[in-house]
């Protein structure tokens, strides 16, 4: 039987991570220009710029359904990887006097990503119940 405040913890994650990435989507598919900034020192700009939106955009739409949470949990920690990488080496934590906000925000999505792929991996496809049997850890489903 899961745990009501498993499945809240869950849901806080799931929406916290699909805003920010559904925030930043008007950023990347507008051409601000901090968005432009980023991805031409990153050199991928515009299509890096385009991809990662159309990513983080998937993402935000699979966090949002429970038995596909887990996809789209994992799909925003490989995209965040990214980002924190990016941040790390090339961009630095601060961008155009953002405070480390950009960054901060990489690290939210990929940090509350990672519980709800943690509680929810039951509902991998392929491997989801051997993880959910093999990790001694609460779950959800």
């Not at 710029?49 to 949002?64: D, F, K, N, P």
């Not at 934590?93 to 519980?115: C, E, H, N, P, Q």
């Amino acid at each position: 039987m899961e745990s009501k405040a498993l499945v809240v913890v869950s849901w806080v994650c799931q929406v916290l991570a699909a805003v920010i990435l559904l925030q930043t989507l008007f950023f990347k598919f507008t051409g601000a220009e901090e968005s432009k900034y980023i991805f031409t020192v990153m050199g991928m700009e515009p299509w890096g710029r385009y991809a990662s939106g159309v990513a983080e955009l998937i993402a935000a739409a699979l966090l949002l359904i429970p038995a596909t949470a887990p996809i789209g949990a994992a799909l925003a920690m490989g995209v965040m990887v990214g980002a924190i990488a990016s941040h790390l080496t090339k961009l630095g934590i601060v961008v155009k006097d953002d405070g480390g906000l950009l960054f901060a925000l990489a690290v939210t999505v990929f940090l509350t990503s990672l519980v709800v792929l943690v509680l929810r991996r039951g509902a991998l496809p392929l491997v989801g119940k051997t993880l959910a049997e093999a990790l001694p850890l609460p779950r959800i489903g």
